[in-house]
T-cell receptor
């Protein structure tokens, strides 16, 4: 069965620090990859997604992620975080034989200190 | 409304009781999904509908859980004989259609507490 692993449970950064959140998935076939964000008290929102083509995907709010097929990874990055980026981040995978069903990782809580 | 709407937002029930959670998807979205999220975990897939039919119910944990979408719009998740382990946030989501790569839009969830 497909699974998604997020390496960091809780990350604490100061403002202006660079961010990289790890995500690895287990599935040998074609995948679509997503990062969702959940701000405190809000619903899950899509940050960015990868379907095909350029493995470097840019999303909202200055986030980007790189799909490295050989490493089964889809790490999320941001060059300079802000206090407003404090949230929980979820990586998710969807495969072609499962319709629209998403499999989520366990999430990474990001705390940005002002 | 503009987004996925879920009611109730909070529900406290006694162990053994029956609970219904309602989801109103984004207008025109044919696919509807139910997920469950426990504290400190990512959303766990339960079931999804394409139109009125359940296309994949492989995530329902046992036969106490059931979901319907009789007219292809609003869906109800039904939990019988609730147990304390059912306490979680139940998330509903919808997308314009099923199929890989579609963006799924989530509601704010229904917080269920079984005491």
């Amino acid at each position: 069965a497909q699974s998604v692993s997020q390496h960091n449970h809780h990350v604490i950064l100061s403002e202006a620090a660079s961010l990289e959140l790890g995500c690895n998935y287990s599935y040998g076939g074609t995948v679509n990859l997503f990062w969702y964000v959940q701000y405190p008290g809000q619903h899950l929102q899509l940050l960015l997604k990868y379907f095909s083509g350029d493995p470097l995907v840019k999303g909202i709010k200055g986030f980007e992620a790189e799909f490295i097929k050989s490493k089964f990874s889809f790490n999320l990055r941001k060059p300079s975080v802000q206090w407003s980026d404090t949230a929980e981040y979820f990586c998710a995978v969807n495969t072609y034989n499962q319709g629209g069903k998403l499999i989520f990782g366990q999430g990474t809580e990001l705390s940005v200190k002002p | 409304g503009a987004g996925v709407s879920q009611t109730p937002s909070n529900k406290v029930t006694e162990k053994g009781k029956y609970v219904e959670l309602r989801c109103d998807p984004i207008s025109g979205h044919t696919a509807l999904y139910w997920y469950r999220q426990s504290l400190g975990q990512g959303p766990e897939f339960l079931i999804y509908f394409q139109g009125t039919g359940a296309a994949d119910d492989s995530g329902l944990p046992n036969d106490r859980f059931f979901a319907v979408r009789p007219e292809g719009s609003v869906s109800t998740l039904k939990i019988q004989r609730t147990e304390r382990g059912d306490s979680a946030v139940y998330l509903c989501a919808s997308s314009p259609e099923t199929g890989p790569g579609n963006t799924i839009y989530f509601g704010e969830g229904s917080w269920l507490t079984v005491v």
